[in-house]
């Protein structure tokens, strides 16, 4: 069965530290990978994605995403962590075609807190 | 730009009641997904619409029924409430064929108490 999962349920870091969150897969084929972002009781904001091509993709906020194949993994990245970055993210797959075509599979959610 | 809205935000009601949530999706986005968060969890996919036809279903409950209408809003009806179905409802859409992480709405938060 299709799977994402997140190792970390909750992450702390310093404002201006670097952050890094973590996403594996587990599909028969190379999914569509996403990462969302959402703030307490609100909806779920699209950050970045990974369709095809280049591995290292960026997106808004800052965020960068990195697809490795060898390690079914997709990480979230930011050089330096804002007090507004604060907030629950979600790794997401989907298949890249075929049955349940554009149905998002979700990881369990990291809750970033940022101290000052 | 134009958002996918849902109507009500917030909705409170008694257990064995039937609740109705709406869903406008973006204009010219013809595919519609329900999402159900339940408290500290993650999405789980609900159903999906294309062109008013289900096009794929996932854990939705015998008590929730949903339809796409013709001009492409949906509807996410639930009836026999009970205190589980408590949750943040999503409703997502996306033009047809195209799966480049679909628009979210803000979600209509279900209380049943």
């Known amino acids: 069965a299709q799977s994402v999962t997140q190792p970390d349920i909750h992450i702390t870091v310093s404002e201006g530290a670097s952050l890094e969150l973590r996403c594996n897969y587990s599909?028969?084929?190379?999914?569509?990978l996403f990462w969302y972002v959402q703030s307490p009781g609100q909806g779920l904001q699209l950050l970045l994605k990974y369709l095809s091509g280049d591995t290292l993709v960026q997106g808004i906020k800052g965020f960068e995403a990195e697809f490795k194949r060898s390690q079914s993994s997709f990480n979230l990245r930011k050089p330096s962590v804002h007090w507004s970055d604060a907030a629950e993210y979600f790794c997401a797959g989907s298949n890249a075609g075929g049955t349940s075509y554009g149905k998002l599979t979700f990881g369990q959610g990291t809750i970033l807190t940022v101290h000052p | 730009a134009a958002g996918v809205i849902q109507s009500p935000r917030h909705l409170i009601k008694e257990k064995r009641e039937t609740a109705t949530l709406k869903c406008y999706p973006i204009?010219?986005?013809?595919?519609v997904y329900w999402y159900q968060q339940g408290p500290g969890q993650d999405p789980q996919f609900l159903i999906s619409f294309y062109e008013k036809m289900q096009s794929d279903k996932g854990s939705i409950p015998d008590r929730f029924s949903a339809q796409q209408f013709s001009d492409y809003h949906s509807e996410l009806n639930m009836s026999s409430l009970e205190l589980g179905d408590s949750a943040l409802y999503f409703c997502?859409?996306?033009?047809?064929?195209?799966?480049?992480?679909?628009?979210f709405g803000s979600g209509t938060r279900l209380t049943v108490v």
């Open positions: 204009p010219r986005h013809d595919t």
């Open positions: 997502a859409s996306s033009p047809v064929g195209v799966n480049y992480g679909y628009t």
């Open positions: 599909y028969g084929a190379t999914p569509y």
